[in-house]
């Protein structure tokens, strides 16, 4: 059996990619480490929350004492780091929590995982520690060309440094212990469970509650979306097959400027919701500080070596998104008001 320990389990992605992973795997053991947040939502995981072959802790990846802990209990396999501090604007308000959690919680996982990993003749085998990044380390674009492997890091904001510092201190346990790592640097993610800070949960909140919805500067800024489901089976694949050492981009070819997406969300729900949900909602702030243009993906590399490739459009990713959301209003409406 192999053992899992997912960092970050309880926020979005995490717990998306938990339910995945033990719906189609038999023979796994999930212990999710997650120190519970604002971000963190054990609800979210309700529906495995008995399943044998899953373990929930609640600790903080900073913590050495209680990761070796859950290294001694377990014979862990894989080490898949999620935990984050994952919000751009709070980062721009409180960097110095970003640096702690992002990058010395990262080192302290690398750090034990290579103790219980290491053996004389390198690394025990079946072992690999997946760094969970994002495409934002790139900086931004302009109007056309891709982000690929190979782009010099060039992070904007305090949340993508950190995010940076930590992919080049994974990276440097490769060139300098020969650990087996992966990085994964994805795109935008939507689907269910995300905490509703971030655009797409935000405004499907705000329009089911005829609040404002807040477009920065002129709503232009161009991010690529990818289906949660596809990013979780996107890291699978890197688990299983992704070559030791290497990166791996991985972005949902769905370029959408934040205008378009506030439309087409207001759009779906006018027809389908509640026809006063119009634009007349939409009021545009002030730009967010640093504000990234651009971001797009290059995925040629994880397509090509590893055969994946997203399988939800975006004109069906957000319909199955908003139709998630206004079927599970009541955790909307739990989780932001805590
Ligand atoms: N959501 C996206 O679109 C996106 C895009 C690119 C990359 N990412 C990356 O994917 C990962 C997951 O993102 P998400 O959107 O699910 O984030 P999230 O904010 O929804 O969840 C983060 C989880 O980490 C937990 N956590 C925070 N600090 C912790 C700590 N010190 N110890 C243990 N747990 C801690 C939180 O409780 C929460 O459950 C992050 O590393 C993020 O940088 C996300």
């Given at each position: 059996?192999?053992?899992?320990?997912?960092?970050?389990?309880?926020?979005?992605?995490?717990?998306?990619?938990?339910?995945?992973?033990?719906?189609?795997?038999?023979?796994?053991?999930?212990?999710?480490?997650?120190?519970?947040?604002?971000?963190?939502?054990?609800?979210?995981?309700?529906?495995?929350?008995?399943?044998?072959?899953?373990?929930?802790?609640?600790?903080?990846?900073?913590?050495?004492?209680?990761?070796?802990?859950?290294?001694?209990?377990?014979?862990?396999?894989?080490?898949?780091?999620?935990?984050?501090?994952?919000?751009?604007?709070?980062?721009?308000?409180?960097?110095?929590?970003?640096?702690?959690?992002?990058?010395?919680?990262?080192?302290?996982?690398?750090?034990?995982?290579?103790?219980?990993?290491?053996?004389?003749?390198?690394?025990?085998?079946?072992?690999?520690?997946?760094?969970?990044?994002?495409?934002?380390?790139?900086?931004?674009?302009?109007?056309?060309?891709?982000?690929?492997?190979?782009?010099?890091?060039?992070?904007?904001?305090?949340?993508?440094?950190?995010?940076?510092?930590?992919?080049?201190?994974?990276?440097?346990?490769?060139?300098?212990?020969?650990?087996?790592?992966?990085?994964?640097?994805?795109?935008n993610?939507?689907?269910?469970?995300?905490?509703?800070?971030?655009l797409i949960?935000?405004i499907?909140?705000?329009?089911?509650?005829?609040?404002?919805l807040p477009i920065y500067g002129d709503g232009l800024n161009v991010r690529?979306w990818?289906?949660?489901?596809?990013?979780?089976?996107?890291?699978?694949?890197?688990?299983?097959?992704?070559?030791?050492?290497?990166?791996?981009?991985?972005?949902?070819?769905?370029?959408k400027t934040n205008l378009q997406l506030v439309k087409t969300i207001?759009?779906?729900?006018?027809?389908?919701?509640?026809?006063?949900?119009?634009?007349?909602?939409i009021?545009y702030?002030?730009d967010r500080?640093?504000h990234?243009r651009r971001?797009?993906?290059?995925?040629?590399?994880?397509?090509?070596?590893?055969?994946?490739?997203?399988?939800?459009?975006?004109?069906?990713?957000?319909?199955?998104?908003?139709?998630?959301?206004?079927?599970?209003?009541?955790?909307?409406?739990?989780?932001?008001?805590?």
């Open positions: 059996m192999q053992s899992f320990l997912i960092t970050g389990g309880a926020g979005f992605i995490g717990s998306n990619f938990i339910i995945y992973m033990l719906k189609n795997n038999q023979n796994i053991m999930i212990i999710n480490v997650d120190k519970l947040t604002y971000a963190g939502n054990l609800d979210n995981l309700k529906e495995i929350n008995n399943n044998s072959n899953y373990k929930f802790i609640n600790a903080d990846i900073c913590n050495e004492k209680a990761i070796t802990k859950v290294f001694n209990e377990y014979e862990i396999d894989y080490v898949i780091n999620f935990a984050a501090e994952s919000h751009v604007d709070k980062s721009i308000a409180n960097p110095k929590l970003f640096v702690k959690t992002n990058v010395l919680g990262t080192i302290n996982l690398l750090n034990i995982a290579k103790k219980f990993w290491q053996i004389e003749a390198g690394f025990k085998k079946n072992k690999k520690f997946i760094q969970i990044s994002t495409d934002e380390v790139y900086g931004s674009l302009g109007d056309t060309g891709y982000f690929t492997e190979k782009t010099p890091l060039d992070p904007h904001s305090p949340y993508s440094a950190s995010k940076a510092s930590a992919d080049l201190i994974v990276k440097s346990y490769f060139e300098t212990y020969k650990m087996p790592i992966n990085i994964t640097r994805c795109s993610n939507y689907g269910p469970y995300q905490y509703p800070e971030k949960p935000l499907i909140n705000n329009c089911l509650k005829q609040k404002p690529d990818l289906y949660v489901l596809d990013h979780c089976k996107a890291i699978g694949m890197v688990i299983k097959d992704g070559n030791i050492g290497e990166i791996y981009n991985v972005g949902g070819h769905n370029e207001i759009k779906y729900l006018n027809k389908n919701f509640d026809p006063t949900i119009t634009e007349e909602l009021e702030v002030e500080k640093g990234d971001y797009a993906i290059d995925s040629t590399k994880i397509k090509t070596e590893l055969g994946w490739k997203p399988q939800t459009s975006f004109e069906k990713g957000i319909i199955k998104t908003i139709n998630w959301y206004l079927q599970n209003i009541n955790w909307l409406e739990k989780i932001s008001t805590s």
